[in-house]
């Protein structure tokens, strides 16, 4: 009899261990929602006429709580609007609304949004630099973001506008305390004597990584990307003060130029650049798989003193997905609510595993620091 016993024993613990095994598993694949069922909603956003590019952005910008505090403590008539739309897109309701308030708000800077597809990575440059108008003027230094009398500070510009702006305008710089703004840092070694050049930095408010070019890849990781994205190269014909002193005459070295991330932002916006240019002048979408992570470490990809100073872990908030060819198609997004990834395309929103974000065509990513 007490052979039976241990045998039953034997036998339970064993179905214990492979059901809490199984659930586990689940949990990894699909997230708490599939545990607990699967009814969390939220708004969607109403398209005025393939503003869906619109719609994508602001449904990922409602799904990053730094985002929704730093707009909270700002009172511009834009910041106003966007912070309208981001906290209704957070009602646990099934109302659509529209986008309208915001982009009245936008046309009021002289920006013109036609009813033609767009682009929505340049709908966030463009957002994000008209905030920048708004709440800061048209000049900012970095060299007020860095303290080192060594650094040479460079602003970046948004380039490539798809949407139209009448009149003049300044270089974006970015808010200060806009969690999506970083610095980027370049530093340039010469191959010949190895005198450094001051490093340069340059503000940042998203990242755009290529996909793997490696022969037969059929999928690429991000973390892959981005270690080829700060990959030093060699730039020719620069310029070297310590040789050119050494042989008392102007000389040029080649230099080894390596990419770091020199403050990482708190919101993390990662471009994958798709569309390819084929030698006969075409333009093809490349639809390789992206595998990424739900939590992506850069310390890596930090400079030294950002490393040390600097919280190196991100959590994945949003995916912004393009369906369709290299020049149209359609966004639609992948966002966190609470616990939960939902689903949104324009009105449409329904709750989804983790899988199924995962196995998305990724186009933009956003990461919140953990």
Avoid at 61 to 70: E, K, N, T, Y
Avoid at 73 to 88: D, M, Q, R, Y
Avoid at 121 to 129: A, D, G, P, S, W
Wanted: some cysteine; glycine content about 4%.
């Amino acid at each position: 009899m007490s052979g039976v016993l241990q045998d039953s024993t034997f036998w339970w613990t064993l179905c214990l261990t492979g059901a809490a095994a199984i659930a586990a598993t689940a949990y990894v694949l699909f997230g708490p929602e599939s545990l607990r069922g699967r009814d969390s909603r939220v708004p969607g956003l109403i398209n005025l006429g393939n503003t869906c590019f619109i719609n994508s952005i602001l449904q990922a910008m409602a799904s990053i709580p730094s985002l929704l505090q730093w707009l909270d403590s700002k009172e511009t008539p834009l910041a106003v609007s966007l912070k309208n739309v981001l906290h209704a897109l957070n009602d646990n309701n099934e109302v659509n609304i529209s986008p309208e308030e915001l982009t009245q708000a936008l046309m009021r800077h002289r920006w013109l949004i036609d009813h033609q597809q767009q682009d929505a990575l340049e709908f966030y440059h463009v957002l994000l630099t008209t905030l920048e108008e708004e709440m800061t003027g048209p000049t900012l230094s970095l060299s007020d973001l860095i303290n080192d009398p060594q650094v040479e500070a460079q602003s970046s510009s948004t380039k490539g506008m798809a949407l139209t702006k009448i009149g003049s305008f300044s270089a974006p710089s970015q808010p200060k305390s806009c969690p999506l703004q970083g610095l980027m840092s370049s530093s340039l070694v010469c191959c010949d004597c190895q005198h450094a050049l001051p490093t340069r930095y340059e503000s940042i408010d998203s990242i755009s990584l290529p996909l793997s070019q490696r022969a037969a890849s059929v999928s690429s990781s991000l973390v892959e990307c981005l270690r080829d994205y700060m990959s030093s190269e060699i730039v020719d014909d620069i310029e070297c003060p310590s040789c050119s002193k050494r042989a008392g005459v102007k000389t040029k070295r080649s230099f080894r130029k390596k990419l770091r991330i020199g403050r990482p932002p708190e919101v993390l916006c990662l471009n994958i650049i798709r569309s390819v240019w084929r030698s006969d002048g075409t333009m093809v979408k490349n639809r390789s798989r992206l595998v990424f992570p739900l939590t992506l470490d850069i310390n890596s990809f930090l400079t030294t003193t950002a490393t040390r100073q600097d919280k190196t872990k991100y959590q994945l908030r949003a995916v912004v997905e393009h369906l369709g060819g290299p020049s149209s198609g359609h966004y639609c997004t992948y966002r966190q609510c609470g616990r939960q990834w939902l689903y949104t395309s324009d009105t449409t929103v329904y709750p989804v595993y983790n899988h199924e974000v995962m196995n998305c065509e990724a186009y933009l990513l956003f990461y919140q620091m953990d």
